[in-house]
Nanobody, 117 residues
Framework: QVQLAESGGGLVQAGGSLRLSCAAS????????MGWYRQAPGKQRELVAT???????NYADSLKGRFTISRENAKDTVYLQMNSLRPEDTAIYYC???????????WGKGSLVTVAS
């Protein structure tokens, strides 16, 4: 069992920056990958970025260069640094954690990011 708690969402002006945090608790030693997804109203949930325990990263192509995912294993925390924010980045951002055996994906409750034009 893993619980994920996001923080750092809010309102920001276009062109600004915001950092999301996600703290994991519970059976944290079972976690391999962590990541971020987002979902805007009326749209399907999409991948933002993932990061392995070994700190290998993967990004959605459209977000490369603006968003950076990082991880502090000792703190069981993953971050998403968002720069040059645009109104289309407005969405609920969800933290995820994955274990491989058995394969389970845990989801946070989400954090709303609103980018004003």
């Amino acid at each position: 069992q893993v619980q994920l708690a996001e923080s750092g969402g809010g309102l920001v002006q276009a062109g600004g920056s915001l950092r999301l945090s996600c703290a994991a608790s519970g059976n944290i030693f079972s976690i391999n990958n962590m990541g971020w997804y987002r979902q805007a109203p009326g749209k399907q949930r999409e991948l933002v970025a993932t990061i392995t325990r070994g700190l290998s990263t993967n990004y959605a192509d459209s977000l490369k260069g603006r968003f950076t995912i990082s991880r502090e294993n000792a703190k069981d925390t993953v971050y998403l640094q968002m720069n040059s924010l645009r109104p289309e980045d407005t969405a609920i951002y969800y933290c995820t954690a994955q274990r491989n055996v058995p394969k389970i994906v845990y989801w946070g409750k989400g954090s709303l990011v609103t980018v004003a034009s």
